[in-house]
């Protein structure tokens, strides 16, 4: 599948040996120079004379030393991303439906979806392919920088995915109307308890993935690493709603205060950044390493969601040519509170920085996020319940 202006070439180009060595330089600075940011003399200019009119960073008459290094590295300043067919998307499903009409009159029709998508994809029209790639939700620039050395490690579970999926939908007509099985023979009662019909639609459904983001830790493509040992969700005992001022201890010792109404599930202690203590003691991101975690997870979603709609309608002959129908219809029947798992609204998935403290007593323990939010969802929800009623005249 298409994919567009994304990054072809940085430090993942680099050779591991070369890398190495710098990482080794960095921490012997004790994390005051990076050496990929190096400035050596620009072998794209001449040694002596007026220099060639290029842009950016190749216009001096030093440069960078990683940029020789890359694949292409008179475009390192152009500003330049790929275009190409490198993405990908799948969905695998299982579906069954069971259906019965009753005597009685009810209706039944019950529809099970079990579903998996994964995907990797960015174009103009994301939405127009009919998917969403499963480490962002917007523009190339949020997905981070993809695995440009193995192209597969970029399937991500997608932001559509959605593992369960069912839907009921029922139909009752009266039975006592004038033509139902048990038509009553009085008038006024069938003219009072016959002829309606009664609907509804129950949808219960999984919740979707969201996006896991750590800023400012060093990782080439953005990623973090998944701590052994540490479960994705917090105790159940700490699964309720904040009021901004309680501060928990999460199960690493690490202790968060989460916002006012907010809710916390999801554990920060199960993922880090990777840091380096260097010789003068001091603590820094690692400039040169890539994550282990995908940026999204079949365990981490938002909320699902348990919707029921209503519908109450019957038709009343006025004349033979004249017909009157009335209609109530009631979405969200039960008035259940029913949060918004949109990415954009679900459970919040950025880390914040990493953590360069090392003090285990206090919860701080180097690379783990510094944000108190990860893993909170907040308070938007879909409608409550709204009822309308309707008549019109047929003829």
Known sequence: MTTRNLAFQDLQNVPASTLGAWKTQYINSNGATNPANVLIPNPYQPATGALLPFQGSLAGSTIQQEIPLLPYPLLYSSGAGLNGSTGFASYNSFQTRLRHAFFSGLYLDVNYTWGKELDFTTTGIEDGQGVNYGGAGGSPSSIGIPDLINN??????????????????????????????????????????????????????????????????????????????????????????????????????????????????????????????????SIVPNQYWNGNTAQTSGYLRGPGRTNVDFTLRRTFPVTERFKLEVAAEASNLLNHTEFNGANSTAFVGSLGSPNLVNNPGSGLIPGLGTSSTFGTMGVGTFDPRQITMHARVVF
């Open 152 to 281: 597969r490690l970029n399937r991500n579970y997608g932001l559509d995915d959605m593992p369960h999926r069912v839907v009921a939908t029922l139909t009752y007509a009266s039975p006592f109307g004038a033509n139902g099985p048990f038509a009553l023979s009085n008038k006024w009662g069938r003219a009072a308890l016959g002829d309606w019909t009664v609907g509804s639609v129950i949808a219960v459904q999984s919740g979707i993935p969201f996006i896991i983001s750590m800023t400012n830790n060093g990782s080439i493509t953005g990623r973090v690493d998944r701590v052994p040992g540490q479960p994705m969700q917090v105790p159940q005992a700490l699964q309720h709603w904040y009021n901004g001022s309680t501060t928990v201890t999460l199960p690493c010792g690490k202790t968060v205060t989460p916002q006012k109404y907010t809710f916390l599930k999801y554990n920060s202690c199960a993922f880090t950044g990777e840091t380096l203590t260097t010789p003068n003691g």
